[in-house]
C-alpha cells in the first residue's frame, strides 16, 4: 500500500475539518534574508549579542548566495516514487550524495563572512581557521554532521561547516520541487523532514492564509516546514503527558500578563521525557526558528536541567557531550 494514502488519525481528521491543511512549506528565496534580520534584532542587549551577530552575517552571505547557487543534480521521478512508497524522505541527508562542487561554494561563503565581519570581531579567527581546513577533512566532517556522529566532530567548525551544508540543501530542496511540483510524499517518522530526513530545530505556529493557527515543524538543515497536530509529543507521538514550559515557569519569574502567551516555550513530554521548543507567532510575527532558538539557550539548559532531552538541534550552534546510545550523535542530535 502506498504510503501516501495511509488513513488519517483522529487529530488529523478533526483537525482538518472543512479544509485540508497544508502539509509541507517548503523554504522560499527570502528564509536566510529574514534569519538574519531577526537575529541583529534578538542580538542588541542580549549576552550571546557576538555569537548572534556573526550567525547574522553567516546568514546574510547564505542569502546572498542562494540565488545563484550552481545546479546540483536532481533526484528522478522515478526516485520520487519509490521514497514516497516506502515512505521514507527522497534526500535523505545521510545518504544523499554532494555535489564536489559543495565545498567551493562553502569557502566562497566563508570568504563573504569573513570580509562582512568588523575587523575587531572575535569571530574572524574562528573563520580564518575554518578556511584552512583541507578538503579531505571538509568530507570528512560533513559526513559525521550530517549522520550524527560526534565522535571526532570539530565543534568549532561544525556551525560553519553546517551554514554550508543548510544552503546546498535547501537550494536542493527548492530546485527539486520546482522541477516535480509534487517531489516530496509523505514520510513514516513526522519527527523528521520530510524533504532530507533531518531534526527539527523547533516548531512554529504560524499565521495567515490556510497554515492559521497550525503547528510546523522547521527543519534544522533545509529549512522545510512540515505540519504535525498540536499538543502532541514529536519524539514519541504521545498526548496526555504533554506540557507547556517557558523562562518564566522554570525560574519562577513573575508571569506575563494575563491571557499574553510567551513567544517562545518548551513543550515537554513526561512519558519519553523530551522537549522541543515552540513558537507563537501570533505573540510575535517576526518569530524565526533558527535565530530565537539561539537566542533562548537558557530554556534549553533550564528544562534539560529538569531532566529532559531534545528532541531536535540547531545546526549553528551545538555543544554537550557525546551520546551513549550508539557511537555518539551532536548533542540532542539523536541516533539514526
Not at 541583529?40 to 552575517?57: K, T
Not at 522545510?224 to 497536530?229: D, L, P, R
Not at 506540557?243 to 515537554?268: M, Y
Request: proline letters at 7%.
Amino acid at each position: 500500500m502506498s504510503i501516501t494514502s495511509r488513513l488519517r488519525s483522529p487529530e488529523e481528521i478533526a483537525l482538518n475539518a472543512g479544509m485540508e491543511v497544508p502539509r509541507l512549506l517548503l523554504p522560499k528565496a527570502d528564509v536566510f534574508a529574514e534569519q538574519a534580520l531577526r537575529l541583529r534584532q534578538l542580538a542588541a542587549n542580549h549576552p550571546m549579542r557576538d555569537y548572534l551577530m556573526l550567525m547574522a552575517v553567516v546568514a546574510e552571505a547564505q542569502s546572498a548566495q542562494l540565488p545563484t547557487f550552481p545546479e546540483p543534480a536532481l533526484p528522478t521521478a522515478a526516485q520520487a516514487d519509490t521514497a514516497s512508497q516506502q515512505g521514507v524522505p527522497l534526500l535523505d541527508a545521510a545518504t544523499w550524495p554532494r555535489e564536489p562542487f559543495w565545498r567551493d561554494q562553502w569557502r566562497a561563503l566563508m570568504r563573504d563572512v569573513l570580509a562582512k565581519l568588523p575587523a575587531d570581531s572575535p569571530a574572524r579567527a574562528g573563520v580564518s581557521a575554518a578556511l584552512a581546513v583541507d578538503e579531505a577533512t571538509l568530507d570528512q566532517q560533513a559526513a559525521r554532521l550530517l549522520t550524527g556522529v560526534s565522535l571526532g566532530l570539530d565543534m568549532g567548525l561544525a556551525p560553519l561547516l553546517a551554514a554550508g551544508l543548510q544552503l546546498y540543501f535547501t537550494h536542493l530542496v527548492m530546485a527539486t520541487q520546482a522541477a516535480m511540483p509534487s517531489a516530496f510524499g509523505f514520510t513514516q517518522d513526522e519527527g523528521r523532514c520530510p524533504c532530507c530526513g533531518s531534526l527539527p530545530v523547533a516548531s512554529v505556529t504560524r499565521i495567515g492564509g490556510t497554515s492559521e493557527g497550525y503547528r510546523y515543524l522547521h527543519c534544522t538543515l533545509c529549512n522545510a516546514e512540515w505540519h504535525v497536530v498540536r499538543v502532541k509529543c514529536v519524539h514519541c507521538s504521545q498526548t496526555g503527558s504533554v506540557r507547556f514550559q517557558s523562562l518564566e515557569s522554570v525560574t519562577g519569574d513573575a508571569p506575563s500578563p494575563a491571557g499574553k502567551r510567551p513567544i517562545v516555550q518548551a513543550e515537554t513530554c513526561d512519558s519519553c521525557w523530551h522537549y522541543l521548543k515552540i513558537m507563537h507567532m501570533t505573540q510575535d510575527a517576526q518569530v524565526n526558528p533558527v535565530a530565537d532558538d539561539l537566542a533562548t539557550l537558557t530554556l534549553d539548559l533550564l528544562v534539560s536541567d529538569a531532566g529532559y532531552t531534545r528532541h531536535g538541534v540547531n545546526l549553528l550552534l551545538l555543544f554537550g557531550e557525546p551520546d551513549d546510545e550508539g557511537a555518539a550523535a551532536p548533542p540532542n542530535q539523536g541516533p539514526r
